[in-house]
């Protein structure tokens, strides 16, 4: 068996493209330094390259750059550094000489489920909370993308009403299609809800964060339930077992089938069960704010979440609006979500555009790169756009997020709805307002590829310009 200095696993909530970009700068940084690797990576298709115990056991280093859980409990005894997937694809190269260096914590070896429960929980708070927030978010996105889509060919193919046997264009295709889409959405908050605690305390949590969850969903608390609920059920779970090591290890076995689901769904029930009236009230409050702002404000709110969408493109500020967007259309809102995708699509596009208008201002690179993300951005892969943005980001940053702002707010203005949450123009057949989502889109992405072209024109004219400078004083003296 093949031994590797160090080892790496990514992950990222959508598990597209950020987890594998990931894989291959770190591959593309060891390869440089003459360093051996072997990354793991976390999609949505699941594990793959997976590390076996005696790669593990032989590596010197471990580099975790993901914002999931990768299982990192396997690691415990090997130093590790431990960073978000971002930094895994802008800072490889940082990362290979940090693991080469020594640098990194070394896991405490753990030997139960609390060991490894109780040092994932003195990971930094704000970094423990969007990971495990995150977590929730990648498992629960496949059944909304199942769900919405399903329902969306059933409107388009019988009409927005063809599932409701009261209405003439009622037809029992559509109701049964509309029925499996809506068990489909119904499963997002307690999954959402499950593999929040489940970051959190492990296979302990997974069971009493998916009741919370149901209690969440059953009593109209909608996903903010949901979160609070994986949240609750996972620090309860820990708390628990450290309440609980008081006791034999001979009961270990009676802890995990028994006393900790017994315990903990008792407890995170019944306050769920409690407080989903006024997590009701508040979610549906949310809910009419946003749809007053659709409908009063749509400048506002569009330049909101276009900034947000194009600010670090697939980081937190990102993925906030983009959970937001997939919670409203789980709750039948595909308005917020039309912006959010218009927003995330016009990045690369953005790039291409620049390439396409001014292409012979960028290097060969960046021209190829740009072509290809015109596929990307079609495709909803916001992150072709961050090689871009790491060059320049004072200047990048802002011009794509113009465009992003642009293509919100035109979605918003047209009224558009955008039933999947992710897709590109992949979901066009199902997208109410195809032509205007399209306009828009392309207009935000034209207007900040012309920006970003001419930003790229004048840097380069600029250097030409300063060289020539350079040449002439050294001729003459």
């Not at 590390?51 to 580099?63: D, T």
């Not at 800072?91 to 490894?116: C, F, M, P, R």
């Not at 708070?125 to 969007?130: A, E």
């Not at 205007?436 to 004048?458: D, H, M, P, R, Y």
């Amino acid at each position: 068996m093949a031994k590797y200095q160090i080892i790496a696993a990514t992950g990222c909530p959508t598990g597209i493209a950020h987890t594998y970009m990931a894989q291959e700068a770190l591959e593309q940084a060891a390869k440089r330094k003459g360093v051996t690797i072997k990354v793991e990576t976390h999609g949505q298709v699941g594990v793959e390259n997976e590390l076996s115990a005696e790669e593990i056991k032989n590596a010197e280093a471990v580099i975790i750059a993901a914002d999931k859980d990768v299982h990192a409990e396997r690691f415990a005894g090997k130093r590790i550094i431990d960073v978000s997937v971002s930094k895994g694809i802008k800072e490889a190269d940082q990362l290979i000489d940090d693991a080469l260096a020594g640098k990194g914590k070394v896991s405490a070896v753990a030997n139960t489920v609390e060991e490894v429960s109780t040092e994932n929980g003195q990971m930094n708070i704000g970094r423990s909370i969007y990971k495990n927030l995150m977590n929730g978010v990648s498992h629960m996105l496949p059944f909304v993308v199942a769900g919405g889509v399903i329902i969306a060919v059933s409107f388009a193919i019988w009409g927005v009403y063809s599932f409701d046997p009261n209405d003439p264009t009622y037809n029992a295709t559509s109701a049964m299609f509309k029925s499996i889409g809506d068990a489909a959405m119904g499963m997002m908050v307690p999954v959402m809800a499950a593999y929040i605690a489940e970051g959190i305390a492990k296979r302990p949590g997974l069971v009493v964060g998916f009741v919370g969850g149901l209690l969440a969903n059953s009593g109209g608390a909608g996903f903010l339930g949901g979160i609070f609920a994986g949240f609750l059920a996972g620090y309860f779970v820990l708390l628990l077992q450290r309440l609980l090591k008081v006791l034999p290890k001979q009961l270990d076995g009676l802890k995990a089938i028994f006393l900790y689901p017994v315990i903990g769904v008792a407890v995170v029930g019944t306050i769920m069960a409690l407080i989903a009236g006024p997590m009701k009230t508040v979610n549906e409050g949310m809910m009419s704010f946003l749809s007053g702002f659709e409908n009063s404000s749509p400048l506002v709110l569009g330049i909101i979440v276009g900034c947000m969408c194009a600010f670090d493109m697939g980081g937190p500020v990102n993925k906030a609006a983009y959970v937001t967007g997939t919670a409203l259309l789980a709750q039948g809102n595909s308005s917020f979500m039309a912006g959010v995708s218009a927003a995330c699509i016009a990045p690369p596009l953005i790039t291409g555009f620049a390439t396409l208008f001014f292409g012979k201002y960028f290097e060969t690179n960046d021209r190829n790169a740009g072509l290809v993300n015109f596929i990307l951005g079609s495709t909803h892969i916001t992150e072709g756009a961050i090689p871009f943005a790491a060059k320049d980001p004072l200047r990048v940053l802002p011009t794509m997020m113009l465009g992003s702002s642009i293509a919100a707010v035109l979605t918003y203005m047209f009224g558009v709805k955008v039933p999947a949450p992710h897709g590109g123009f992949l979901v066009l057949p199902v997208v109410d307002g195809k032509l205007q989502w399209v306009f828009a889109i392309l207009v935000g992405s034209i207007v900040g590829g012309v920006i970003l072209g001419l930003i790229q024109k004048n840097r380069v004219t600029k250097a030409t310009k300063n060289k020539t400078t350079e040449t002439k004083i050294e001729v003459q003296a």
